[in-house]
Structure formats: structure tokens, C-alpha cells
């Protein structure tokens, strides 16, 4: 390999698809700007898609206009934060853009999250107001004089189906806990009647594209939840770089699963804003478990499908699988974690659908590669190429002034119009995270001669065993060919002889059964003996993200509260 070949010689553009250009004139166009060119186009064609419940484009920018001004109502004026906790909903999505129309600020919430954790991410952000389901409102209830929030809007599950399904549900949502009855208290309000009290009518206002949109919480490598501040202009121009990557699409004639939840930014750019960019139906997974995604996409055969790994090794190993047509969908795209080869490959052999793997960070608005999707070539293992407008480069992992070669492998660093305006409120964090305009990922990565980048680890995660770097997701590319191994993931532990190794925790194949030494065994031909694990534990089932990665800081901080493994 050419040693002489740097990021700064931008390899990667002689293989942009056919019609991708390195640099786009972006639209200084805000997202709600967005909707209200799609409906202006398509009226009447379905937006939102919920339980078989069908909202158009018509409809959602009426019931947007309508909770804008509901909010007005409420007092929020430009600047103010509201806080979205919610699943992948109609009113998710119609409080979502209502905010952005009146210069809010949004605030997206996980709804697994404890009160702990929502009681800091109110009061850090000073949410105002806050839109939830029926299921959590007794609770933010009881929270809420401990947050900043004064009106709490509260909705149903039950509030958008279809005729029968509506029927049904007031029989049996208590009694299945998909509904609850709220205590009536002061400034706390049901959604649809509030939402009928308003005209679809809004004045107008005056907004910047440089104001910010939305502060996204994100973990982070200290666990403390900080708010990403995107601004209106992060989103919007990441939302045309996603649709510029795949010009075969045209708009109005796909279907989006929105299965990844949009209060990750990965679900929110690549699934809710970017559908709405092209006017296409989306149809909406509250809960993506496998057997609710493998029946989403034989009812509704959806063509634009934004996975993470995890939903794709569930559906592989769901017996629905095999009743189930993958062949309605064009496009496959696999973020927020690497998937392993393994996965890929028994997915496609099993689907016929093609998997694209790309890469993002919360800091990006996500995304900032992809691999090519049609006439280039695509890298199995690859995250891709830079998206068009994002610079690039690999740094010495212990020199962020020196950028090492094609080859080597060293920090990634970014710098395009995604990047995130700083964390809020977090001055000395922003300035470690963002230098000179360059956005320092803390991912290890490579890149090929031919400009495809390669996400080695997560800088954190590495393990430095006996002197030797090791590389959690090394190991666990060998367990995934394993053909009794569903999950696998690597830590490293503390180890009085060699500072640190790796341990692995299993998940194993349904009716599947192996030993500790049967997998140690399988793993000695297939890497250097100073990775080899020493321990291997294993789980019914690995702790998740609020996106559906496994959780492997959780892993380590329990390794950590248990001690020192003995040496060996």
C-alpha cells in the first residue's frame, strides 16, 4: 500500500456513485420547511403510518401548525425547551416539528429511562414543557416539582388507530398495560384535546438557520449525559447530504421503516427527517422487537430499511424469518455500531437484501460516511466513504497534530457543516471534543488505499494486554463466526500480571450449548495468542443502548465493582 496516500489527497471520490458530488449546494431551508414542501406536493399522500392508522402529509401539517400554537399558548417563545418523551409515534413526530416551527428548542427523551436520569436531563436543558404518553404521566407527575417543566401534555397509544384496532384497545389496554388513567392535576393536559382547541393557523415566525434546534443527550465517554446542540442548520444539511448519497431514490416512491427510535439521532436523520425530506410514508415501530419488525415488513413491504446490528442478528434468529419476504426492500443501511461480517453475510444470504454499512456520532447530526449503494463498489467490514462536505483525517493516537498515512491506524477526526455546535453548557468538554473546528471521534480507525475507512475500535476500549494493543471488536469478529454464538461482547478487565485482558460474554443460539474451553479452542487458530480471552461468561442476554447496541460500558463498570480476575 502506498504509504505517500493521506485523507488530505481525498482517495475516496473516485468511487462516489454515479451523481454524488464532493461538494452540494445546500438548501438554507429549516426542517418544518421541509414538511411543508411535501405536503404542498403530495396533500394526500400518507405521511405517517401507526398501527395501520394513516395520517397524510396534509394532515400532519395541520396537526403541526395546530400544537405550535398550542405551545404559543403554553408560553414558549423562541429559545425555550420542550422536552419530547415518547416511542415512535404520531405525536412524536407532530411535537417534533411543532417545536422547530416556533424557534423551540427540542429535547428528545428515551422513554426506559429512570427518573434519575430524567430529572437531570429536565433540569440541565430547563425543559418548560413536556409531551409523554399516558403510561409515564403519574410518574412525571410526581417528578415534575423536582424539574424545571410546568405543563405536562400527555397522549394514548390508543389515540390514532385504525377503527377495529380502537375497538379493541378500550377493552383490553389496562388490563395489557398499554394504557393507564392519569390523576387529573393543574397543567396537565390529554393531546387531542388540546390539539382541537387550535387552528391550523400560525404566525409567523422569524427564525435563523444558525439557531440551535435541539439538544441531543448523549452519554458520552465520562456517563455523564450531555446535550449535543444542533443547530437547525446541522440537521437540515444533514438531511440533504443522506438524500444527495442516494440519488436512485426518488421522492414519494419509497416506504420508510421508522423501526429505529427517533429520539436517537440516528432514527431521527436517517428515518423521520429524511422521509419527510423525500415525502414518503413511514411506517412506525413504537417497540422494533423482531417478530414486530419481521411483521411490519410483511404487511407493509417497506423499501428503505435503517437498521442497527442488533435488530438484524434478532430477525436472524426469529423463526418469522423464514415466512418472511425481504424482497420489497432497495436499501439496507446498518449504523450507530460496526456489524459483524458474519452478520452481514448470513443476512444476505438469508434476505437477498443488501446490507450498506455506514458511520455517525451523535456530535454529526449523525452521519458522516456511507458505503456507495449502487454502481460503486461496496466494502464488506467498510463504514464507508466521507458523505459529500465532510473533511477527514487519521491522527497519531498520541499526536492529534500528526496524520499518519493510508494503512495505519489512528484516531478519526471530522470537520463538515453536521458538526455539532458544542455541549451545552459544557465549555471545557466542547473544547477538549472539538479543536479548531475538527470534531475528535475517539474512534480508532483506518483507512484503504482506495479512501474506504475502516472503525478499528472505540479508543476507550481498547486493551493494552501485556504491552500488546488489542481490539475488543477483533475478538468478537472471531465469536460471530462461531456458528453457535448469537452475541458477543469484549472487555477489557483489570489483570495484576498483564495491566489488562480480555473478557468475553456470550450469548448463545437458541438450543445451542458450548463451554468456556470449546470457545477459547475455536479461537486459537483464528488470532494472535496474546488476544486470546482468558475468561468467558455466559448470558441469557447482553445489556442494551436506548438504540439497541449492547452496552458494553455497562459490562465494564460491573467487571470493575467485582474485582480482579486471578491471574493465569
Keep these: 500500500m502506498d504509504k505517500e496516500i493521506r485523507c488530505q489527497n481525498k482517495p475516496w471520490l473516485k468511487h462516489y456513485e454515479k451523481g454524488v458530488s464532493e461538494k452540494i449546494e445546500f438548501d438554507e431551508a429549516f426542517l418544518h420547511e421541509f414538511l411543508e414542501r411535501s405536503t404542498g406536493k403530495f396533500p394526500d399522500k400518507t ?33 425555550d425547551r420542550v422536552a419530547i418523551l415518547l416511542p415512535n409515534s404520531i405525536p412524536c413526530v407532530v411535537s417534533y416539528y411543532a417545536i422547530l416551527k416556533i424557534g423551540g428548542i427540542v429535547v428528545m427523551n428515551n422513554p426506559m429511562y429512570s427518573d434519575r436520569e430524567l430529572n437531570h436531563q429536565f433540569n440541565d436543558a430547563g425543559a418548560k414543557v413536556l409531551i409523554t404518553l399516558d403510561l409515564l404521566a403519574n410518574r412525571m407527575i410526581t417528578l415534575r416539582p423536582e424539574t424545571t417543566i410546568k405543563q405536562i401534555v400527555y397522549t394514548s397509544i390508543g389515540d390514532y388507530l385504525p377503527f377495529a384496532k380502537n375497538l379493541l384497545f378500550k377493552f383490553v389496554a389496562k388490563k395489557k398495560k398499554l394504557a393507564a388513567d392519569v390523576s387529573p392535576y393543574r397543567d396537565v393536559y390529554r393531546w387531542k384535546e388540546v390539539l ?24 458520552g465517554t465520562t456517563g455523564i449525559s450531555k446535550g449535543v446542540m444542533l443547530s437547525h442548520s446541522n440537521l437540515s444539511i444533514q438531511v440533504q447530504q443522506i438524500a444527495s448519497w442516494f440519488p436512485g431514490f426518488s421522492k414519494s416512491d419509497e ?55 442488533t435488530m438484524i442478528i434478532g430477525m436472524l434468529n426469529h423463526p418469522d424469518i423464514n415466512k418472511t419476504d425481504m424482497t420489497c426492500i432497495k436499501g439496507c ?12 453475510r448470513n443476512f444476505e444470504d438469508k434476505t437477498g437484501a443488501i446490507v450498506v454499512e455506514g458511520f455517525g456520532l451523535t456530535e454529526a447530526s449523525p452521519i458522516t460516511h456511507i458505503n456507495p449503494f449502487g454502481g460503486s463498489k461496496r466494502k464488506v467490514g467498510s463504514i464507508g466513504l466521507p458523505v459529500p462536505n465532510t473533511k477527514c483525517k487519521i491522527v497519531d493516537l498520541n499526536d492529534s497534530n500528526a496524520e499518519i498515512s493510508a494503512g495505519e491506524t489512528g484516531e478519526l477526526v471530522i470537520k463538515g457543516p453536521q ?6 453548557g459544557k465549555p471545557e468538554e466542547t473544547a477538549q471534543t472539538l479543536k479548531d473546528g475538527w470534531l475528535h471521534t475517539g474512534d480508532i480507525t483506518k483507512m484503504d488505499g482506495e479512501g474506504y475507512f475502516y472503525i478499528v475500535d472505540r479508543k476507550k476500549d481498547m486493551i493494552i ?11 468478537e469478529e472471531v465469536f460471530y463466526e462461531n456458528p453457535k454464538v448469537q452475541e458477543a461482547c469484549c472487555i477489557g478487565i483489570p489483570h495484576p500480571g498483564r495491566g489488562e485482558t480480555a473478557k468475553v460474554f456470550v450469548v448463545l443460539k437458541k438450543g445451542e450449548s458450548a463451554t468456556a474451553k ?40 460491573e467487571m470493575l465493582k467485582i474485582g480482579l480476575p486471578e491471574e493465569r
Design 47 to 79: 405521511a405517517l403510518i401507526f398501527q395501520g392508522y394513516k395520517v397524510t402529509y396534509r394532515e400532519l401539517n395541520d396537526m403541526t401548525n395546530q400544537f405550535a400554537a398550542c405551545l404559543i399558548d403554553f408560553g414558549i417563545d423562541k429559545g
Design 196 to 219: 382541537n382547541r387550535y387552528s391550523p393557523k400560525l404566525p409567523d415566525v422569524k427564525l435563523s438557520i444558525n439557531d440551535i434546534a435541539m439538544y441531543q443527550y448523549t452519554g
Design 255 to 309: 416506504i420508510m421503516l421508522g423501526c429505529l427510535p427517533f429520539f436517537h439521532v440516528f432514527g431521527l436523520s436517517a428515518a423521520m427527517n429524511w422521509a419527510i425530506f423525500m415525502g414518503w410514508p413511514n411506517v412506525l415501530v413504537p417497540k422494533p422487537h423482531p417478530a414486530a419488525l419481521l411483521e411490519t415488513i410483511r404487511k407493509f413491504k417497506p423499501t428503505i430499511v435503517p437498521f442497527v446490528p
Design 333 to 344: 443501511f446498518s449504523g450507530s455500531a460496526p456489524i459483524p461480517v458474519e452478520i452481514i
Design 419 to 424: 458538526v455539532m455546535n458544542g455541549y451545552w
Design 465 to 475: 494486554s501485556g504491552g500488546f494493543n488489542v481490539y475488543p471488536r477483533d475478538i
Design 518 to 557: 470449546e470457545l477459547i479452542e475455536f479461537c486459537k487458530p483464528r488470532m494472535a495468542k496474546y488476544k486470546l480471552p482468558t475468561e468467558i461468561e455466559f448470558r441469557k442476554e447482553l445489556p442494551k443502548t436506548n438504540i439497541g447496541k449492547i452496552a458494553r460500558k455497562d459490562l465494564k463498570a
